[in-house]
């Protein structure tokens, strides 16, 4: 997309940011709100909202602007957290920086973090989030963080492949999901064992409309084990099934919406039991 046309959708912030890491001073491209540029479309099973093109400002991804990403050192976070970053942390990503910007370089070629932004380094910053919150200790909830950061990038990369089918984008796609449904997963079992709090996030997410807080965290830890945990191996895949099963119906026995378990969760959380339910009784019979 042309650089003039992007002005109509975002806007560089006036703010200063001073990276933590590299001390680069910059400032952020921010999503532009309002004048009809977001047009919502459907939610998916994955709490993913989806929006229509509209016929002025054409296709607008919001989650391509969420990570905050130094464009020197490539050092990322979500926004609060940018500049909080404990000096131990900053000695390890400044270490890591060379290796950093190789690695991403990999997957996604071309990128330049002082441009606007598109999809490809939007995907690209959700995957440096989820890399850069090794740094951050376990008072940041880093690991539910990295996991909502790997979600994000497997849709950004799926936006991808169907914009250009062939590059492989779906592949890369699957394994962010898989990497989301892991991450998902530990962060919930850090949680109930005591060795990593949530209290380090406020907005799950894991979209940008709306926030479903740690009912949705559960949710989609059930729900990425459904869709992608241990497909190839049915030894495993039961047992994983029905703690998913367990998992969700903490959701699916509430019976009724609230400020905090809203209508839409609970329907996708039913529909995945009775999935789950199902698939378990097939492999019984």
């Known amino acids: 997309m042309k650089i003039e046309e992007r002005a109509k959708v975002s806007f560089q912030s006036k703010e200063e940011y001073a990276c933590p890491v590299c001390e680069t ?40 602007y969420q990570a905050t990403v130094c464009p020197e050192c490539w050092f990322a976070a979500i926004d609060k957290d ?34 606007p932004k598109d999809l490809e380094s939007g995907a690209a910053s959700q995957y440096l989030v989820v890399r850069c919150y090794d740094f951050f200790p376990k ?21 991808l492949d169907r914009k250009t089918p062939g590059q492989h984008y779906d592949w890369l796609a699957m394994l962010f999901k898989k990497k989301a449904m892991f991450l998902y997963d530990d962060a919930i ?38 869709k992608y945990g241990f497909l190839d191996n049915p030894g495993l ?16 026995g509430i019976g009724k919406s609230s400020k905090s378990k809203p209508g839409p969760l609970l329907e996708h959380a039913r529909s995945l039991y009775d999935k789950i339910s199902k698939e378990l009784n097939e492999a019984d019979a």
């Open 25 to 64: 001073v910059f400032h952020r491209e921010e999503l532009l709100s309002g004048s009809g540029r977001l047009i919502a479309g459907a939610l998916t099973d994955e709490l993913h909202r989806l929006y229509e093109p509209s016929a002025k400002y054409g296709e607008v991804y919001p989650l391509i």
């Open 82 to 115: 940018f500049s909080s970053l404990p000096e131990q942390g900053r000695e390890k990503a400044a270490e890591d920086r060379d290796k950093r910007i190789a690695d991403t370089s990999l997957i996604f070629k071309g990128l330049n973090f002082h441009n």
């Open 139 to 159: 008072e940041f909830s880093p690991t539910i963080k990295q996991g909502i950061a790997a979600l994000r990038a497997g849709w950004l990369l799926e936006d």
């Open 189 to 226: 079992r850090k949680e109930q064992s005591g060795k990593e709090t949530l209290s380090g996030i406020k907005i799950f997410g894991p979209d940008t409309d709306k926030n479903y807080a740690y009912e949705g965290a559960l949710y989609l830890s059930a729900l990425l084990t459904f």
């Open 237 to 252: 895949r039961a047992p994983a099934l029905d703690e998913a099963k367990r998992t969700i119906a903490k959701i699916f």
